[in-house]
């Protein structure tokens, strides 16, 4: 099993920036990814930025440039960097991770809202 525990949502203007956290403890050995994915409301859930532990990365396309997904294996704990946010950057953004041993894994979701 591997719990994770997400931080560092909120409400942001436009053209502003949030960095997002997720520690993850348990059976962390068995990680090979972790990242992001997030869902508007009335929308289905979507990958966001995801990074294996080989040290590939997959990003959205809207997020190219912007976002920034990174790992801090000391910690057990994966980073979004948001910059440059637009309110379609708006909804509930969980973080994710995948194991060889137990399959995946959710965080419980934090929001984040990108309005003037």
């Known amino acids: 099993q591997v719990q994770l525990v997400e931080s560092g949502g909120g409400l942001v203007q436009p053209g502003g920036s949030l960095r997002l956290s997720c520690a993850a403890s348990?059976?962390?050995?068995?990680?090979?990814?972790m990242g992001w994915y997030r869902q508007a409301p009335g929308k289905q859930r979507e990958l966001v930025a995801i990074?294996?532990?080989?040290?590939?990365?997959n990003y959205r396309d809207s997020v190219k440039g912007r976002f920034t997904v990174s790992r801090d294996n000391a910690k057990n704990t994966v980073y979004l960097q948001m910059n440059s946010l637009k309110p379609e950057d708006t909804g509930v953004y969980y973080c994710?991770?995948?194991?060889?041993?137990?399959?995946?894994?959710w965080g419980q979701g934090t929001q984040v809202t990108v309005s003037s």
């Open positions: 994710w991770v995948s194991t060889i041993l137990s399959g995946q894994y």
């Open positions: 348990g059976s962390i050995s068995s990680i090979v990814g």
């Open positions: 990074g294996t532990t080989g040290g590939n990365t």
